[in-house]
């Protein structure tokens, strides 16, 4: 009897044992990054949700932070990367893969916006989630979805506050459709990577660029561009993107997947969107001191700019429909959206 009783207990000792091993299981996923790690990206976002969802799953969910892309590749691979396995998690905006996230790109137009990050995040999320998740993010567990704060037109030697000004110049674009507006308004669009748009405007390469606020303090823009034409609201604003891979997701049990689930969606948009903000008026008092000048278009003329880029926005509508979605829906529901969050 005893020896039964004892054979007994090592038997439930042995087919414990994995049920325990189980209950204790660590996740290590991989989030790869174009962002360089002292970059707020990292040190306001990707890194402090990391220390969140490690902190509320016990340690059993760790993730391996690769800025800079240093895992290799270029910016336009990550989301290739993201689908083949070779990460878990990416970091990135539409604009680097070109045509991969053409719906989202409908959000980055001019005066889609409404000119806070706090507000256009959850506008933007909502969006998404409605119309594109089934298509553009099949296999994809969608972390957060913010933009920028609001982006204008900054220009090294001749200011830019009629329509008329944008003849003849060369200004950086970061994407496609900003690019259409870019030349719907008289300009030629140039697609240079962020990292080369200071030593570019230095030598004259491009008499200007498109880009948001916050992004001139750190990577000092403010001493290559003298003015900055902004319309109410800003021009447009910029979409980021913080992206698991599904099957990565579903890798969890239950109580794991809870934890992510508590640490993405329209509320960490919002709360991104936030902090975003706070950077734009740093960014705004270091282009005053360096003397530079802000310049406001006025609601008129920002209507003649509206009117003009019309043409991108027909262009967008065009891919859309060719890739088999009602596109003038679509873009009518970018409108519907970002009215009911501000839209400036």
């Not at 490690?54 to 059993?60: D, F, K, V």
């Not at 933007?124 to 409605?130: G, I």
């Not at 920028?148 to 001749?158: M, P, V």
């Not at 003849?168 to 496609?176: K, S, T, W």
């Amino acid at each position: 009897m005893k020896r039964r009783e004892l054979m007994g207990a090592a038997l439930g000792a042995t087919l414990a044992a994995p049920m325990v091993a189980k209950a204790q299981q660590v996740f290590t996923f991989r989030c790869h990054s174009f962002s360089s790690p002292t970059a707020l990206d990292h040190t306001l976002h990707l890194d402090r949700w990391a220390e969140r969802v490690a902190q509320q799953s016990q340690g059993r969910i760790r993730v391996e932070m690769y800025p800079a892309m240093q895992l290799g590749g270029q910016p336009r691979d990550l989301p290739q990367q993201l689908e083949d396995g070779v990460v878990d998690m990416i970091w990135t905006v539409p604009g680097f893969t070109p045509g991969r996230f053409m719906g989202t790109e409908g959000l980055e137009m001019p005066f889609m916006n409404t000119g806070l990050s706090a507000t256009e995040s959850p506008a933007a999320y909502e969006y998404v989630s409605k119309n594109l998740a089934d298509s553009e993010y099949r296999g994809i567990k969608i972390i957060s979805i913010h933009s920028t704060d609001r982006a204008l037109i900054h220009t090294s030697r001749r200011p830019i506050r009629t329509i008329e000004d944008f003849r003849g110049l060369r200004l950086r674009v970061a994407g496609r459709f900003i690019g259409e507006a870019v030349t719907a308004l008289g300009a030629t669009p140039v697609g240079i990577p962020l990292g080369g748009v200071y030593e570019a405007t230095a030598r004259n390469q491009v008499d200007g660029f498109l880009i948001n606020w916050a992004i001139t303090h750190p990577f000092r823009l403010f001493e290559v561009a003298k003015f900055h034409s902004e319309p109410r609201g800003g021009l447009f604003q910029g979409m980021l993107l913080t992206l698991m891979s599904q099957r990565s997701y579903n890798r969890l049990p239950n109580e794991l997947r809870a934890v992510i689930d508590a640490n993405s969606g329209a509320a960490l948009s919002r709360q991104l969107g936030e902090i975003w903000d706070t950077q734009t008026q740093q960014a705004i008092d270091a282009a005053r001191n360096a003397g530079n000048e802000i310049i406001e278009i006025g609601a008129a003329e920002k209507e003649r700019w509206r009117s003009a880029v019309a043409p991108a926005y027909e262009a967008w509508i065009g891919e859309m429909n060719r890739r088999g979605r009602n596109g003038r829906a679509l873009f009518d529901d970018i409108l519907a959206i970002t009215a009911r969050f501000g839209r400036a």
